[in-house]
């Protein structure tokens, strides 16, 4: 049977795959096994509940409430606000426990959980799977005062806007640059917006009316024409893209040019670099970061540790190593100093403060890499776990790496979130980049159709 957790919590069609009841139980079971782990100390414990705006989360929200409230854990609802300032409070108010309810950059019908344990670090492989094993056990329930109680928190979004504020300095000023964010209808609708603002920058909002249905609809980090004209018809000096719990940022430069989480790694990195602030001189990338962003860190004195795909394990190896900065292709970026996840609306204001500070356009900043030719197909219709183990598609990864060498890489894996399995091939050219990673694709096809 399938693992319940992906990279990044539990996902699905909500009022499907992910109900009221599997929200429920998972919320006892996390809080059992939380407790049982020594997270709780022997104290009453606390937990914090956030969401994105999704209509579902509305009752998700319920449900998982219920959950810990009934398993004797003390609830305080955040109501509707960023994965990262989930984690941010859990940290700032000694929190024993997060929850954040999200399908992040997933289309409207899908919602997700996620918990955070003390800190607001994501939960480990470990922990995970003993809240799965767990669940729809028997239990002794507590009963009177040993139940939680709930309460809602309405300082939240103020709290996490000053530690935003606050991350680039005491008298830290963006005025002078003009930014269009991207606010994909989520999470961050108020939250950037009132943070850039804060600073002094003129912002231009789009898709900052989310209505419970509208969620990355045609909007945010996975949907970049409507951020990208705006800052060209605004004259705007770059643009934010976030997707619906913003914790992704995607930048687009004054002409209208992507800037992809590897660019915005490489500009931040360089920027740690020269202010001492990159510990060991190294940054935290995926497998699936382009071999572009590797061969500029060299240029600069800089290593790049590679882990798995999925934020929570670039987390893993910057809290084992130290490491400062790391992140994703899919703009997944960590600041360890300020953040313990992907903070879209931190990443893009130490973008734009990075940009006044060496007085360059954000064209200019991101030239310092160079990007291989990319090609990344998603096969659907296929069983993705079996791609690991079929020796003909196994053979095919590596004869197609055979050919490419030094000059480009080939990585085929099962995606965490989505019931695909994704061919990502780098070469010299954009054509044969294209050819390789077809032929791979029509292998996986072949091999592993249901």
Same mark, same amino acid.
């Given at each position: 049977?399938?693992?319940?957790?992906?990279?990044?919590?539990?996902?699905?069609?909500?009022?499907?795959?992910?109900?009221?009841?599997?929200?429920?139980?998972?919320?006892?079971?996390?809080?059992?096994?939380?407790?049982?782990?020594?997270?709780?100390?022997?104290?009453?414990?606390?937990?914090?509940?956030?969401?994105?705006?999704?209509?579902?989360?509305?009752?998700?929200?319920?449900?998982?409430?219920?959950?810990?409230?009934?398993?004797?854990?003390?609830?305080?609802?955040? &109501?509707?606000?960023?994965?990262? !300032? *989930?984690?941010?409070? +859990?940290?700032?108010?000694? =929190? $024993?426990l997060g929850v954040m309810i999200s399908a992040s950059h997933n289309p409207m019908p899908d919602n997700g959980i996620k918990f955070f344990s003390k800190g607001g670090v994501k939960l480990d492989d470990y922990l995970e799977d003993a809240i799965e094993a767990r669940m729809g056990e028997t239990w002794n329930r507590p009963i009177g005062d040993a139940v939680g109680r709930v309460r809602t928190d309405l300082g939240a979004v103020d709290r996490y806007v000053d530690h935003l504020v606050m991350s680039l300095g005491e008298g830290a000023s963006l005025a002078g640059l003009k930014v269009v964010i991207d606010c994909a209808h989520g999470a961050a609708s108020t939250t950037a917006v009132q943070a850039f603002t804060?600073?002094?920058?003129?912002?231009?909002?789009?898709?900052?009316?989310?209505?419970?249905?509208?969620?990355?609809?045609?909007? &945010?980090?996975?949907?970049?024409? !409507? *951020?990208?004209?705006? +800052?060209?018809?605004?004259? =705007? $000096?770059?643009?934010?893209?976030?997707?619906?719990?913003?914790?992704?940022?995607?930048?687009?430069?004054?002409?209208?040019?992507?800037?992809?989480?590897?660019?915005?790694?490489?500009?931040?990195?360089?920027?740690?670099?020269?202010?001492?602030?990159?510990?060991?001189?190294?940054?935290?990338?995926?497998?699936?970061?382009?071999?572009?962003?590797?061969?500029?860190?060299?240029?600069?004195?800089?290593?790049?540790?590679?882990?798995?795909?999925?934020?929570?394990?670039?987390?893993?190896?910057?809290?084992?190593?130290?490491?400062?900065?790391?992140?994703e292709q899919s703009g997944h970026v960590i600041i360890s100093e300020f953040a313990n996840t992907g903070d879209g609306t931190l990443t893009g204001l130490h973008l734009a403060a990075r940009m006044l500070a060496t007085g360059k356009s954000l064209r200019e900043l991101a030239s310092v890499m160079t990007v291989l030719p990319q090609v990344v197909i998603n096969v659907r219709g296929v069983d993705k776990l079996r791609a690991g183990i079929d020796n003909e598609v196994q053979s095919a990864v590596t004869a197609a790496a055979k050919r490419l060498g030094n000059t480009g890489r080939v990585l085929l894996r099962p995606s965490g979130t989505e019931p695909v399995v994704r061919v990502m091939v780098e070469a010299p050219t954009q054509d044969e980049a294209k050819e390789l990673a077809e032929a791979l694709a029509a292998k996986v096809k072949e091999r592993l159709a249901l």
């Open positions: 049977m399938a693992r319940l957790f992906g990279t990044d919590g539990v996902r699905g069609v909500a009022n499907d795959e992910l109900t009221a009841e599997l929200a429920l139980d998972l919320s006892v079971a996390a809080a059992h096994i939380l407790g049982e782990a020594g997270a709780f100390s022997g104290h009453r414990p606390t937990a914090l509940v956030g969401r994105d705006p999704r209509a579902s989360g509305e009752f998700l929200e319920a449900a998982v409430v219920a959950g810990l409230a009934s398993a004797g854990v003390d609830v305080i609802r955040l &109501g509707v606000l960023p994965t990262p !300032a *989930v984690a941010f409070l +859990v940290n700032d108010t000694s =929190a $024993d804060a600073l002094g920058a003129e912002t231009v909002a789009i898709h900052a009316q989310p209505d419970g249905l509208n969620i990355n609809d045609h909007a &945010g980090s996975t949907h970049m024409a !409507a *951020v990208t004209a705006r +800052v060209i018809s605004e004259g =705007a $000096d770059l643009g934010i893209a976030l997707d619906g719990d913003a914790d992704r940022c995607m930048a687009i430069d004054a002409e209208g040019n992507l800037v992809d989480g590897d660019k915005i790694l490489a500009v931040l990195a360089i920027a740690m670099k020269e202010e001492h602030r990159l510990h060991s001189d190294t940054l935290v990338a995926t497998v699936m970061s382009n071999l572009g962003l590797t061969n500029a860190m060299r240029e600069h004195g800089i290593r790049v540790d590679q882990t798995k795909v999925g934020d929570r394990y670039v987390l893993e190896s910057m809290n084992a190593n130290g490491f400062a900065l790391g992140g």
